[in-house]
């Protein structure tokens, strides 16, 4: 069933109350985005909250229901991580146990959950639920996401996706079974921010990084894992042809170790710059107002193609088909696992956005 009637077959409420639960990280939050288009697309009065990290707050804020939009309702910030670091304290404890009253204070007839991981599950199981909640998650693991098995023990619904299942489709796909709707996949083209916000975004809005010229293109060079990194030499050669081509080259870094890197970097190419560290909600502003984001599969990469900004997407050694974006013209992917790209293709792919 596709309509509005299909959410009274599970004995749910026509504006039922929704919990979204994937907490991290930055890609995979942004990955999530989609969903609460489709919820709203069908079910326009739906309360709908989610609970995220609080490192990634900020991704959440632009759709918070406002001035007429309804987007999320409620964000509940989830601080495991730092909890961990600080098990023994006391604070840590009166901010669990204020998180689980927030979480508590509304009984959820629907939890979404698309993480598929142990602490995502224990959220699930704190909430509160309505008789007849319906509590879906991932059934099984995908290739090269983790997943941990026993979630599924946490759920009352288990849902079969395919093990090769781009991460927006595969939270579609939760969703869709959730609430006993068709899958809604790719022929409707999944939307992330509204577009008032994304065109408001410019680098006066945000944080202007001292010596930053237009035009720049940033180069996002750091990943977590060692083998998804594009080659340093590579990084040079295409930085020498974009400023070669009147670019400021932009080398960001989030760590210690990403700076001395972007330094080495930088060193090799004329009017490089290597700017100050800047948080996930200033990178909005960054990445708007920049000609060109090149990067490789990371989070901030993912930022920009989510904002439809131009992005050239690198894969090195990881699945394409995992979190390509498709969903614009101004996106480029190039690459794939063990298959990284030639400095050539990169190139092309820039100037295919640039000119």
Same mark, same amino acid.
């Given at each position: 069933?596709?309509?509005?009637?299909?959410?009274?077959?599970?004995?749910?409420?026509?504006?039922?109350?929704i919990l979204?639960?994937?907490?991290? $990280?930055?890609?995979?939050?942004?990955? %999530?985005?989609?969903?609460v288009?489709d919820?709203?697309?069908?079910?326009?009065?739906?309360?709908?909250?989610?609970?995220?990290?609080?490192? /990634?707050? #900020?991704?959440?804020?632009? @759709?918070?229901?406002?001035?007429?939009?309804r987007?999320? +309702?409620?964000?509940i910030?989830?601080?495991?991580?730092?909890?961990?670091?600080?098990?023994?304290?006391?604070?840590?404890?009166?901010?669990?146990f204020?998180f689980?009253?927030?979480?508590?204070?509304?009984?959820?007839?629907?939890?979404i959950?698309t993480?598929?991981?142990?602490?995502? !599950?224990?959220?699930?199981?704190?909430?509160?639920?309505?008789p007849? !909640? &319906?509590i879906?998650?991932?059934a099984?693991?995908?290739?090269?996401?983790g997943?941990?098995?026993?979630?599924?023990?946490?759920y009352?619904?288990?849902?079969?996706?395919?093990?090769?299942?781009?991460?927006?489709d595969r $939270?579609?796909?939760?969703?869709?079974?959730?609430?006993?709707?068709?899958? &809604?996949?790719?022929?409707i083209?999944?939307?992330? /921010? @509204?577009?008032?916000? &994304?065109? $408001?975004?410019?680098?006066n809005?945000? *944080?202007?990084?001292?010596?930053?010229?237009?035009?720049? *293109?940033?180069?996002? #060079?750091?990943?977590?894992?060692?083998?998804k990194?594009?080659?340093?030499?590579?990084?040079?050669?295409?930085?020498?042809? @974009?400023?070669?081509?009147? /670019?400021? &080259?932009? @080398?960001?870094?989030?760590?210690?170790a990403?700076?001395?890197v972007s %330094?080495?970097?930088?060193?090799?190419?004329?009017?490089?710059?290597?700017?100050?560290?800047?948080?996930?909600?200033e990178?909005?502003?960054?990445?708007?107002?920049a000609?060109?984001?090149?990067?490789? +599969?990371?989070?901030l990469?993912?930022?920009?193609?989510v904002l439809?900004?131009?992005?050239?997407e690198? /894969?090195? +050694? $990881?699945?394409?088909?995992?979190?390509?974006?498709?969903?614009? %013209?101004?996106?480029?992917?190039?690459?794939?696992?063990q298959?990284?790209?030639? *400095?050539?293709?990169?190139?092309?792919a820039?100037?295919s956005?640039?000119?």
């Open positions: 069933m596709s309509d509005l009637s299909s959410t009274y077959s599970k004995g749910l409420p026509s504006n039922p109350k979204l639960v994937k907490l991290s $990280s930055l890609g995979d939050v942004l990955h %999530n985005l989609p969903i288009w919820l709203r697309t069908r079910l326009p009065h739906a309360q709908i909250d989610w609970v995220v990290e609080e490192g /990634y707050v #900020h991704l959440l804020r632009p @759709l918070l229901s406002r001035d007429g939009f987007g999320i +309702d409620r964000i910030p989830f601080c495991l991580r730092r909890w961990k670091k600080n098990l023994f304290k006391l604070s840590t404890w009166q901010e669990f204020a689980k009253k927030k979480l508590q204070e509304t009984s959820y007839d629907v939890i959950e993480q598929g991981l142990l602490k995502s !599950a224990i959220v699930c199981s704190l909430a509160s639920k309505a007849n !909640a &319906v879906a998650g991932l099984n693991a995908t290739e090269f996401s997943y941990e098995p026993i979630a599924r023990s946490f009352n619904q288990s849902v079969q996706v395919p093990t090769q299942c781009h991460a927006v $939270s579609r796909w939760v969703m869709s079974s959730a609430l006993d709707w068709l899958l &809604v996949d790719r022929t083209a999944p939307q992330f /921010y @509204l577009k008032t916000y &994304v065109d $408001s975004l410019n680098i809005s945000g *944080v202007a990084l001292k010596d930053l010229k237009s035009p720049y *293109v940033l180069c996002f #060079h750091s990943t977590a894992r060692e083998a990194r594009w080659p340093n030499e590579s990084w040079i050669a295409l930085g020498k042809e @974009l400023a070669a081509r009147g /670019y400021q &080259v932009v @080398l960001p870094w989030g760590s210690l990403e700076q001395s %330094n080495e970097i930088a060193a090799h190419i004329p009017n490089a710059l290597v700017p100050r560290a800047f948080s996930i909600e990178a909005f502003s960054v990445i708007a107002g000609a060109l984001t090149v990067g490789v +599969d990371t989070g990469t993912h930022l920009a193609a439809g900004e131009p992005t050239v690198i /894969y090195c +050694d $990881s699945p394409r088909w995992k979190t390509e974006g498709y969903w614009s %013209n101004n996106i480029r992917n190039v690459g794939d696992i298959e990284p790209p030639t *400095v050539a293709e990169v190139i092309e820039s100037l956005l640039l000119i």
